[in-house]
């Protein structure tokens, strides 16, 4: 089992910038794909960014050119650094971590990113 631990969230005005953070626990996630997902009120919940275990990175067109996804395999740690936030990215955010081999999919609990007008 994968555990998954956020952290970083919160409020911030429109411009603003937020960093965050996810840590894995139970097992060595350094061959996984890590990412982030997001869910506003009301809406169904959709992939942001992923990240390889080679580096490699896929962003939704929502958000390319303002966050970005890095990974530290030695903390087991995936960051998203999101800046020139909008009201649009208010959402909870949900680490995940994906064993592509085995088809094994893990979500963290959430934090809530709150962008102001």
């Known amino acids: 089992q994968v555990q998954l631990v956020e952290s970083g969230g919160g409020l911030v005005q429109a411009g603003g910038s937020l960093r965050l953070s996810c840590t894995a626990s139970g097992r060595d996630v350094s061959k996984y794909v890590m990412g982030w997902d997001r869910q506003a009120p009301g809406q169904q919940r959709d992939l942001v960014a992923t990240?390889?275990?080679?580096?490699?990175?896929n962003y939704a067109d929502s958000v390319k050119g303002r966050f970005t996804i890095s990974r530290d395999n030695a903390k087991n740690t995936v960051y998203l650094q999101m800046n020139s936030l909008k009201p649009e990215d208010t959402a909870v955010y949900y680490c995940?971590?994906?064993?592509?081999?085995?088809?094994?999919?893990?979500w963290g609990q959430g934090t809530q990113v709150t962008v102001s007008s």
């Open positions: 990240i390889t275990s080679g580096g490699s990175t």
């Open positions: 995940r971590a994906d064993n592509t081999i085995f088809r094994l999919f893990y």
